[in-house]
């Protein structure tokens, strides 16, 4: 990685953080807050957001017919998704300990806190329900893959990705065949000190 590229990298974290802070910000604006993984709303929105909820007859009389029609296509994805979450569970439980890398927290992308939200009635919750694990899921496989590809071919392509994964930025040029073959191990290395950082701070995985 240049000096440039280094910049950028870091102008990215940087922006990120900042990004943040103006998310924290507008947490309070909206009267909620998050302690321990739970939601609390302020009392006062917490009532004004089971006023803002849309009856199901009102929600479903809304609704395009060809909306209503396709729901059950849609809904069908969840069937290899669950195999693919369960797949991707066993293979990293299996591989990531023999190779030494650390296991992605699956908790950490799956979430299902949209539940609580009461201007939702039933049918928005299921649906946000299947959005977090669905969408969920394929962060999950992801980070998953990004791992192993850090692991087994830290090269970049030739051609631009789009959107590629955290780890992305940090790999090899392309054509970078004797850095390939210097710093593959150290790669690796960066993953096992990944894993021994999160066995000492006692991560659960």
Not at 40 to 49: D, K, V, Y
Not at 57 to 69: D, Q, V, W
Request: net charge positive; with cysteine; glycine share 6%.
């Amino acid at each position: 990685m240049t000096d440039r590229m280094r910049e950028l990298a870091s102008e990215i974290v940087r922006l990120q953080t900042e990004l943040d802070r103006e998310i924290e910000t507008r947490r309070k604006v909206l009267g909620w807050s998050v302690k321990k993984r739970l939601v609390a709303f302020e009392h006062g929105i917490a009532r004004e957001n089971r006023r803002l909820r849309m009856t199901v007859r009102s929600f479903l009389g809304k609704s395009p017919l060809a909306t209503i029609l396709s729901a059950p296509v849609i809904y069908s994805l969840i069937l290899p998704m669950v195999v693919l979450d369960a797949w991707a569970s066993l293979y990293q439980a299996v591989c990531f300990r023999v190779y030494g890398i650390p296991r992605v927290s699956r908790r950490e992308y799956i979430n299902f806190d949209r539940r609580h939200l009461s201007y939702l009635n039933w049918i928005e919750v299921l649906n946000c329900l299947y959005c977090g694990y669905a969408n969920g899921v394929v962060a999950y496989v992801r980070e998953i893959g990004g791992r192993t590809e850090q692991y087994w071919c830290p090269i970049k392509h030739a051609l631009k990705i789009s959107d590629p994964h955290s780890r992305y930025h940090d790999f090899l040029e392309y054509g970078d065949a004797e850095g390939y073959r210097a710093r593959l191990d150290a790669f690796r290395d960066a993953l096992k000190a990944e894993a021994e950082a999160a066995a000492e701070g006692g991560v659960a995985r």
